[in-house]
């Protein structure tokens, strides 16, 4: 692991900061980040009742179930507290099933030769300058691996909470499903309001051999700085999953609704063939926040398929920009794409782009790609108002009307949070 | 039921209603005519509350639970929810909200405010399904998004089906006939005669006497540079058919 890191700070050294994004931001002094801060008290912790209650108190306050009181809905939650991965529930239960969910120090502990075998085989170290940073530096993160055939029995949970001041979260999270399994993941998000902006340069490696299903959903509200600009999470990810194996599926879907900037392409590497890849967004920006996010979709096998829904939402002074990549290799035949994308602009100050790039080296492929563009104005808010609904009613309508398509794809729960959250964030910007 | 006294309101620097004086009790219907700039739309808007238009001076007294309200002091939800509405002249599109959606919504955002018992989906689908037959609407239309690529007879009937679900104790219906063929507007008419009752009110703001053909009116109203200049009863409405309004203004 050292030379591994060894290696990749050194490629991380030669390397230039990349600046072809729709965003703009002052430099980073990478010197002057911390790079790990842990929580009081530190050391391995087995259960939660070793945790200082302090911390749990923390993640009640923010919604965030890492007791067991949890267990009722079936959901196992791996906590990581700034670069510490603080619990991780319903170890017992999962070990029944071969399921393993701990986290990534854990795992590079207690299963060396499956983190040697997988790690950095879908984001490699000189992947990208953030990635080859990460690779550098990282952490914490979640670790899970599905064995053969099982379905995975809770969804898995993750939640991130960058706390300390002045602290870069490098977390890696590494999911491996083998043949025939199948685990619904979910991320959550959260940092508290601060005037400096912090550094989250993430990589998610997620690997799926034949017929297996991973769906991976993030709820992101990393804080966004002030209304000035000030402050805010520079939210830097790399997430990326390969389809290896025959009829295998990866989805991601994400909403993204904090963060003074985020710059991710949560992407599929279609090798397998009759794999398929899906990508489901909800990107919010509003006062100064920049959002350049997207997908690629690489189609390499046979008989590939890809989905890709994203609805941009920009307000006040926000730019939003939608940038995707489908790419169909030379050998890969009857490739099918749908690509869709809306953008919803709120007030008259802010900006949507979007730059999908069609890369396209074999004839039977099937593509499609659709693109729109609308407006809440204070119209349509009036026009529900004279029907008795009132502007936050409205707004909630508007927005979900809007956002439907992706949200279904949530889990429950999410989904509830999901609509809260836009509903909140968009309550001062409008009309 | 609604009484609008010396009500004055711009729009930016333009003052709009002059001094609008005007009373309707339940169980009547007033046609609002006038040549084009005189302000019938502003003066429908202005009572539902529309953010474009600022009031300067008036009061719109509405019997609200036996007492007298002042509209102007209300939220535009508020004076929905208390039983006023519009059908509005060039209705919006709301992409993503279906029909359905949007009915229920309104429907029981008014049922709370009364204390009256929501209504559950699968009832409410019944109750809507009676309602589009009233005006002839095909069913499919229910799941569409609010207006959006509907003709613009399909969005004057939408209004008017809303009203209908509603069930407002005050419509005003701006310029509910303009744009519509014959048939079209014969059904909105039926759909409008059908609403009214000895418990509501209807104001029509029209351009042309057909739609007074078929929705009788018991007073019409002529205004005029944002002022009432003349009240009659239907035969007016022929008369200014005949002759213009010239012989009105000078």
Known sequence: ?431 | MIQVKNLHAHVGDKEILKGINLTVNAGEVHAIMGPNGSGKSTLSKVISGHPDYEVTSGEVLFDVNFKQKDLLDMEPEDRAREGIFMSFQYPVEIPGVSNTVFLRAAFNAICRHQGVEEMDPMDFNDFLSDKMKLLKMDPSMLSRPVNVDFSGGEKKRNEILQMAVLNPRLALLDETDSGLDVDSMKIVANGINAIKSKHNAVVLVTHYQRLLDYIVPDFVHVLYQGKIIKSGDKTLAYEIEEKGYDWLIG
Not at chain 1, 20 to 41: G, T
Not at chain 1, 68 to 80: F, I, M, T
Not at chain 1, 291 to 303: E, P, Q, R, S, V
Request: aromatic content about 10%; some cysteine.
């Open chain 1, 1 to 431: 692991m050292l030379e591994f890191r060894l290696k990749s700070f050194q490629r991380w050294q030669k390397m230039t900061e990349p600046e072809w994004a729709h965003v703009s931001y002052p430099p980073i002094d990478f010197q002057d980040i911390r790079y790990y801060s842990a929580p009081k008290p530190k050391g391995n912790l087995s259960s939660l009742d070793e945790v200082d209650p302090e911390l749990i108190k923390t993640f009640d306050k923010l919604g965030i179930p890492v007791t067991e009181q949890k267990r009722l809905s079936g959901v196992a939650v791996d906590a990581v507290f700034d670069s510490v991965s603080v619990g991780t529930t319903h170890q017992d239960e999962l070990k029944k099933h071969g399921v393993i969910f701990c986290s990534i120090s854990e795992a590079i502990q207690d299963h060396p030769e499956l983190i040697k075998k997988y790690m950095a085989s879908v984001v490699p170290a000189a992947d990208n300058f953030y990635a080859a940073l990460n690779s550098a530096v990282f952490t914490d993160g979640s670790f899970c691996y599905i064995p053969k055939g099982v379905t995975c029995p809770l969804d898995l949970s993750t939640y991130f909470r960058i706390n300390a001041a002045e602290t870069g979260q490098f977390e890696r999270t590494l999911i491996v499903a083998e043949e025939g399994s199948y685990v619904n993941y979910l991320e959550g998000c959260t940092a508290p309001m601060r005037d400096e902006n912090q550094l989250h340069a993430a990589v998610v490696e997620i690997v799926a051999e034949a017929n297996a299903e991973v769906r991976y959903s993030t709820v992101q509200n990393w804080y966004a700085g002030d209304e000035d600009g000030v402050g805010g999470i520079y939210n830097f990810v790399t997430k990326r999953g390969e389809c290896r194996g025959n009829h295998s599926k990866i989805s991601w879907t994400q909403v993204e609704a904090g963060s003074a900037i985020t710059w991710k392409y949560p992407s599929v590497v279609l090798k397998g063939d009759h794999s398929s890849g899906e990508f489901y967004s909800v990107a919010l920006t509003n006062n100064r926040m920049q959002a350049d996010t997207g997908t690629k979709m690489i189609h390499l096998g046979n008989n590939t398929s890809s989905t890709i829904i994203s609805k941009g939402i920009s307000a006040d002074n926000s730019s939003n920009a939608y940038r995707g990549l489908v790419k169909i290799a030379a050998g890969a035949k009857n490739a099918r794409n749908y690509s869709q994308c809306d953008s919803l602009l709120v007030g008259d100050k802010c900006s949507a782009s979007t730059f999908p790039y069609l890369e396209c080296s074999n004839s039977s492929a099937t593509i499609e790609h659709e693109a729109s563009t609308s407006k809440i104005n204070a119209d349509q808010i009036f026009y529900l108002q004279s029907r008795g609904i009132d502007t936050e009613g409205a707004i909630s309508l508007l927005v979900n009307g809007f956002c439907k398509e992706v949200f279904k794809e949530l889990p429950l729960e999410f989904s509830v949070e999901a609509v809260k959250l836009l509903e909140m964030k968009l309550e001062n910007s409008i009309g």
